[in-house]
């Protein structure tokens, strides 16, 4: 029997707004920016209230062009929602695509961690993105070093089964690694695979399972150990999950009660994962958006808020978020 720690995030998703000014291929979260509604802070407040034991705030957002006329508003919307989450004793996580150096520094002082998927590399995202200017690969690793060049723990990860080929994931792969070697700041790398969209869920078939089993094992040798390696578990059959931290895995990323990206793809209940695990041989245990390692990159005040939320999070009856099961 396996033996062994596997992380989570008890999570909450504000969504500052669906409106996207690119238009990626397989996205259905995106609306066109005219007709998008921005989340208000009193509605973030709401949910928030709603969800007190989530301590992360994933602010998962659509993006405005560098340069257009709203760009300042949907910034000042990210910082706010930012210290909305702070001010609620609350860790948060932006991933709102690229950023300038000036918006990332700022972001970075009220974020304890943030993101950015790379996604991969080669042709078959060159066509999932041609109409998107801000998914371009020298984009998203120039993000990715100025992340590192600015200290902030990042979470990055690859999209997985949209055509690439086993030498393009390998080259991703790479790419990660020498970022980390370089800087250092890669807390996690994200294996997500990709599911079609549709009102009904499509799981993994055994042949995509063996598929991607074998690309965390690869993923493992390649990336240096202190990179956690992460999928989320609603895109796994539950029962197959243990053989992916068997090959690598070993976290599970931000649990919400609802995949705001995949929402046909339930969240597996915290406690009924626990349970499943602890059959295996693996202990579930929560954790910040920021993984211990990186605590000491941080601004003294996040980093104190950061070991107050653990301390609380260590404290609370296991596992506090019960959605479905
Ligand atoms: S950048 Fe994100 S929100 Fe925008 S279209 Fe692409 S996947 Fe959708």
């Keep these: 029997m396996a033996s062994g720690l596997v992380t989570w995030s008890p999570s909450v998703t504000l969504v500052p707004t669906h409106g996207c000014f690119n238009a990626c291929g397989y996205c259905s979260f995106r609306v066109p920016l005219e007709q998008a509604v921005p989340l ?27 340069n257009a006329p709203a760009r300042k508003e949907w910034f ?4 706010q929602s930012s210290a909305l989450a702070l001010a609620k004793g609350r860790l948060p996580h932006t991933n709102a695509g690229p950023l300038s150096l000036r918006e990332m520094a700022a972001l970075g002082r009220l974020n304890p961690s ?10 078959a995202y060159d066509a999932l993105h041609r109409h998107a200017p801000s998914k371009t690969l020298a984009i998203r690793l120039a993000q990715l070093e100025q992340a590192g060049r600015l200290g902030i723990p990042f979470t990055t990860g690859l999209l997985l089964g949209v055509g690439e080929t086993m030498a393009e994931r390998l080259q991703a792969l790479e790419l990660l690694a020498q970022l980390q070697r370089r800087w250092g700041h890669l807390q996690e790398v994200i294996l ?21 089993l074998e690309l965390i094992a690869t993923a493992r040798q390649l990336l ?66 920021v993984h211990r ?3 000491s990159w941080l601004p003294a005040d996040l980093r104190r808020r ?20």
């Design 224 to 289: 240096p150990p202190e990179v956690h390696l992460q999928t989320p578990p609603n895109l796994w059959p539950l029962e197959q999950l243990p053989a992916a931290l068997e090959a690598g895995i070993n976290d599970l990323g931000g649990i919400d009660t609802v995949d705001v990206i995949n929402p046909a793809y339930p969240q597996p209940a915290p406690e009924a994962l626990r349970q499943l695990l602890a059959s295996r041989g693996w202990r579930l245990v929560p954790r910040t958006c």
């Design 114 to 123: 943030m993101g950015l998927m790379l996604e991969g590399v080669g042709p």
């Design 192 to 212: 997500q695979p990709w599911r079609p969209d549709g009102e009904a869920a499509r799981p993994l078939t055994p042949a995509e399972q063996a598929d991607l």
């Design 76 to 79: 000042a919307r990210l910082l």
């Design 306 to 325: 950061v070991e107050q939320r653990a301390r609380l999070l260590a404290s609370e009856p296991a596992p506090a978020n019960a959605p479905h099961l």
């Design 293 to 295: 390692h990186w605590w």
């Design 40 to 66: 208000s802070l009193r509605a973030a407040t709401e949910q928030l209230r709603a969800r007190p034991a989530a301590a992360e705030v994933l602010l998962l957002s659509g993006e405005v062009a560098p």
